[in-house]
């Protein structure tokens, strides 16, 4: 195939891995949050999809064991994303809070209290949303004149995974040092969720606030 042809089968360029945006519900985040969230994830993992099998010998290729697909499974749980956080810890409090709502008490005992764990039910728990995850590309030529026009900035909005009844299951540990003068401080969240959906978005647009 000459360089021309191979050129040409990826005219549109290729996928980046480093735009993305973390999308959570108006009712979980204020629109401060939401926008510093979309921006300051470090990492973020997209799950696969695989069968579930059951293994039989085959009929029809007499003895030749067939794997046959029993159930769809909707990736590896939990989803992992890494926060980028601000001077006044802002989101490792949001976050904090979406886990404490899977308990009615327990999850953030204060002094004095009682310290036994009472989890809120599962479903129709207020501790369940759905979440967004965008892959992001650099805008088409189209999308740069509207741009111009609006005066607004957007990304390509390539593909909108969509994840049903989410909830953040744990927050990771958070690492302090003395000798980490040049860096910036980090933590981990993972969400669980019961199944997601893939789609183009119509809009094909996210503003970049």
Do not use: C, W
Not at 39 to 50: D, E
Request: hydrophobic fraction near 35%.
């Amino acid at each position: 195939m000459s360089y021309e042809k191979a050129k040409a089968l990826i005219n549109k360029g290729y996928s980046r891995p480093t735009l993305y945006s973390l999308e959570l519900p108006g009712n979980k985040t204020s629109k401060a949050e939401g926008d510093y969230i979309k921006m300051f994830v470090k990492s973020l993992n997209i799950p696969g999809q695989s069968h579930e099998v059951v293994t039989a010998l085959g009929q029809v290729g007499l003895g030749v064991q067939e794997d046959i697909p029993s159930a769809v499974k909707f990736g590896a749980r939990p989803i992992t994303a890494e926060i980028i956080d601000n001077r006044d810890m802002d989101m490792y409090r949001l976050f904090r809070g979406m886990f404490d709502d899977s308990a009615s008490s327990g999850a953030n005992p204060a002094p004095g209290e009682m310290r036994t764990q009472r989890m809120n039910y599962y479903h129709g728990g207020r501790y369940l949303f759905d979440m967004n995850i965008n892959k992001l590309e650099y805008p088409t030529k189209l999308e740069r004149m509207t741009e111009m026009m609006d005066n607004i900035d957007y990304y390509h909005k390539s593909m909108v995974y969509t994840f049903h009844n989410a909830y953040v299951t744990s927050i990771s540990q958070i690492d302090l040092a003395s000798d980490r003068f040049d860096s910036y401080l980090t933590f981990s969240v993972a969400f669980n969720y019961e199944t997601y959906h893939y789609g183009k978005d119509n809009s094909k647009r996210f503003e970049v606030s």
